[in-house]
């Protein structure tokens, strides 16, 4: 989406019982691949386990655990992590741990 630039996206937990401090955030991956915050952090609902984008980078989706939960963000056009699009009410399992764009970008699996 970013011809010739790179970003990095991470997600991050305190994971510590009874703190709450979740967050995604990108970075500008820099000439021998220094890192840098581009844009700000993003609080999440839930401690993360696994991120992924679409082929296109236009949505990033966030899996969570406990309890079984995805949500999705959009990717703005300068390639920082944008709103929270809101989802139904979907069934996720149990025990959600990974979410995956199918080939066709138009749906994931977890």
Do not use: M
Request: with cysteine.
């Amino acid at each position: 989406a970013w011809p010739g630039v790179c970003f990095l996206y991470v997600a991050a937990s305190s994971n510590q019982p009874g703190i709450d401090d979740h967050c995604v955030q990108a970075f500008h991956v820099g000439a021998g691949g220094a890192l840098t915050p581009h844009g700000p952090l993003v609080k999440l609902r839930q401690r993360p386990v696994h991120i992924t984008l679409d082929a296109k980078s236009r949505f990033l989706v966030t899996a969570y655990n406990i309890p079984s939960n995805i949500s999705v963000h959009r990717i703005n056009s300068d390639g920082t992590v944008g709103e929270e699009i809101a989802q139904p009410v979907l069934d996720t399992g149990i025990y959600g741990h990974q979410v995956r764009f199918t080939p066709s970008g138009r749906s994931v699996v977890r």
